[in-house]
């Protein structure tokens, strides 16, 4: 377990996750035939050069669930009761295949649950391509434990 419990949770906090992943044609594939996506613009060669792209581009919703992935470790692994919301999504530049993506979370509230066993973490998480650049950006909303109580069990 490497997460964080809510107390170690501070607001304006910016976590840099140190792994990153480069984005293969295999990766956005599988992941359209997954969810059944079968949007052109991120599987048809050809129709994607036509397109102001010039290429395929890499759906937004990999995106996102792999900047989640890439942030878990270091955010919410092993002391998350529950996602309650993923908000405010934007995908500002396109990400192709081959790029590479990092993301950093900044956590932007807390408060306890009312029984005051728990508390909730909202988080802003951003994911740049190799250049810096910008591709997505949402805010993620946490149900954490409070070590308090997962010690006293």
């Known amino acids: ?64 669930s792999l900047a989640v992935g890439l942030s878990i470790p270091d955010t919410t692994d092993g002391t998350i009761v529950a996602n309650l919301s993923y908000d405010d999504v934007s995908h500002p530049n396109p990400v192709f295949h081959g790029d590479t993506l990092r993301a950093q979370t900044t956590v932007l509230d807390k408060r306890e649950t ?8 909202t988080m802003n998480v951003e994911v740049f391509n190799q250049d810096d650049d910008l591709v997505c950006e949402f805010e993620r909303t946490a149900l954490s434990l409070k070590k308090e109580f997962v010690d006293a069990e």
Request: glycine letters at 8%; aromatic letters at 10%; proline letters at 1%.
């Open 1 to 64: 377990m490497t997460g964080l419990y809510y107390e170690e949770f501070e607001v304006g906090q910016t976590i840099e996750h140190e792994k990153r992943r480069t984005v293969s044609e295999s990766d956005n594939q599988q992941f359209c035939d997954m969810t059944m996506n079968q949007q052109p613009l991120h599987l048809d060669a050809e129709f994607a050069s036509e397109t102001q792209f010039g290429e395929r581009l890499v759906n937004g919703l990999y995106t996102m």
């Open 114 to 121: 009312s029984d005051g066993e728990r508390g909730v973490v």
